[in-house]
């Protein structure tokens, strides 16, 4: 059974720092894309960042690039997304997603991840 656990959000002020968490189980961890999503009160699904099975291919959105780092760490199945320089509309759910057919490379499409955590929430603050 595979589960992702997303941990680190919480109530930060801008300008602020988080680093996000998320440890795996049950997945063929090395070969499998990971990704972070996250999702605002009254809006879709938002792309931020994914990592295919190397860690140097990582690709974000233009909205975070520049102030966010995802990394993996292939020995503990666990990728981290590592958040800098927050702006209030940062301020979501992030989901951490991953890939389950063994493609290497990472999408930005939410259908193309077949297991997700559930959730943690942060909170930016003015």
């Known amino acids: 059974q595979v589960q992702l656990v997303e941990s680190g959000g919480g109530l930060v002020q801008a300008g602020g720092s988080l680093r996000l968490s998320c440890a795996t189980s049950?997945?063929?961890?090395?070969?499998?894309?990971m990704a972070w999503f996250r999702q605002a009160p009254g809006k879709e699904h938002e792309f931020v960042a994914t990592v295919g099975w190397s860690a140097v291919n990582t690709y974000y959105a233009d909205s975070v690039k520049g102030r966010f780092t995802l990394s993996r760490d292939n020995a503990k199945s666990m990728v981290y997304l590592q958040m800098n320089s927050l702006k209030l509309e940062d301020a979501a759910v992030y989901y951490c997603?991953?890939?389950?057919?063994?493609?290497?490379?990472?999408?930005?499409?939410?259908?193309?991840?077949?297991?997700w955590g559930q959730g943690t929430q942060v909170t930016v603050a003015s």
């Open positions: 049950g997945l063929p961890f090395r070969t499998s894309a």
């Open positions: 997603a991953a890939d389950g057919r063994g493609t290497p490379l990472g999408s930005t499409s939410q259908s193309d991840y077949d297991y």
